[in-house]
């Protein structure tokens, strides 16, 4: 009998990107995946807007990317089911939504329950939906950030696997705001995808289960900070 290999590589989980813009959390996702031993290989993504700036990344990177435009289409059921024949041919083992500005169906949530992902630009369940940094600003937030969760049937709401939080400044533009947070977004979304795909982080009915990622107990973001000698 043969000996088995020390040390047997374990499978990459696949992953399909869906985006509908400029694509910069899909770049981020295939840089991380270039580096040894990440736990996930994007091997497919999808765009539902013809002229994204996203399908440049997925060209030069030679990933299989499918466009279909949701206009064709007289309904979103009929768009999701050509979405969902390609993601059939593609076998992913996990979604990762990166700006992917379309509702899902309760349908599509069904199918792959604890295999999609998606990132916000929010500390959710604060701030759903749009115009978040905006929002956060008017309202006088002094931490907003960024998110990364399951998707549910409902508008950017499911079980959270992680969080970036990001202090507003005073003189933050919904723009520097929106910048400092991409930023975070960038780090935050490979290292969400590594801990799904790696079996650290998990969905067991609609709660999350954390295995082995040690953090700071105790570890807060001040903002604004404390006094020198106030922190303890
Ligand atoms: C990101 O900021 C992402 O968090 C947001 O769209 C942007 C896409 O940028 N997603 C949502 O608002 C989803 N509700 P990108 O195309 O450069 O990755």
New binding site residues.
């Given amino acids: 009998m043969a000996p088995q290999r020390a040390s047997a590589e374990v499978r990459r989980k696949r992953v399909s990107v869906l ?10 996702l295939l840089m991380a995946a270039m580096a040894p031993g990440y736990p996930a290989i994007i091997t497919h993504a999808f765009t539902n807007v013809p002229g ?3 399908l440049e990344i997925a060209r030069k990177n030679e990933i299989a990317v499918d466009v279909i435009d949701h206009r064709a289409f007289d309904s979103r059921e009929a768009h999701e089911a050509a979405v969902m024949a390609k993601l059939v041919e593609a076998k992913p083992d996990i979604i990762c ?5 379309r509702v899902l169906s309760e349908g599509f949530v069904r199918r792959y329950r604890g295999k999609i992902l ?4 929010s500390l959710l369940p604060s701030f ?3 115009d ?1 940094h905006h929002r956060a600003r008017i309202a006088g937030v002094r931490v907003h950030g ?1 998110t990364v969760h399951f998707v549910d049937e409902t ?2 709401g499911g079980p959270i696997i992680a969080q970036a939080a990001v202090p507003i400044e005073a003189g933050d533009s919904d723009d520097t705001l ?1 910048a400092r ?2 930023e975070a ?1 960038h780090r935050l979304y490979p290292h969400a995808l590594a801990l799904v795909a790696s079996g650290k982080v998990r969905l067991s009915g609609s709660r999350i289960v954390v295995s082995d990622t040690p953090h700071e107990t105790g570890a807060a973001l001040y903002s604004p900070p404390l006094p020198a000698g106030d922190a303890g």
């Fill in positions: 985006f509908s813009g400029r694509g910069s959390n899909m770049a981020s994204a700036g996203g939504l990166a700006g992917y500005m998606n990132i916000h630009p759903k939906g749009v978040t960024a508008l950017d929106a947070v991409l977004e």
